[in-house]
């Protein structure tokens, strides 16, 4: 019987294979990994080492928290827009912006 995490990592890559508009062969092809290799890890019947994950998700163009921690990615993805608002800020408004967030946190966590 497979892992869980594996099963779920594994359906996690096969939605973003299939987002990112790849069949198992092409994304195989790409990472000079077996389809069936592919197929093994995205039905969780293959625990893949490592380096092998790590050449699927550079491929695919993603994280390890996107596939084991997807509600994660979700605020990472807006954390990089508030930080991309920061950055097109002038200096003075980067310190507006601080503090105002500063001042935000501090109301909605009481402190």
């Avoid at 779920?8 to 290799?37: C, D, I, M, N, W």
Wanted: proline share 4%; net charge neutral; hydrophobic share 40%.
């Amino acid at each position: 019987m497979p892992n869980e995490v594996l099963v779920r990592g594994g359906a996690r890559l096969r939605a973003l294979r299939k987002e990112r508009g790849y069949t198992q062969e092409q994304l195989a092809e790409l990472t000079k990994l077996s389809s069936r290799h592919i197929a093994g890890i995205e039905k969780g019947e293959a625990n893949p080492s490592f380096e092998v994950l790590y050449t699927i998700i550079s491929v695919l163009g993603t994280s390890f928290d996107a596939i084991f921690n997807p509600a994660e990615e979700q605020a990472e993805a807006e954390l990089q827009e508030i930080a991309g608002l920061y950055r097109a800020c002038p200096e003075q408004g980067r310190r507006l912006v601080l503090a105002a967030v500063r001042a935000m946190a501090n109301e909605l966590t009481g402190k």
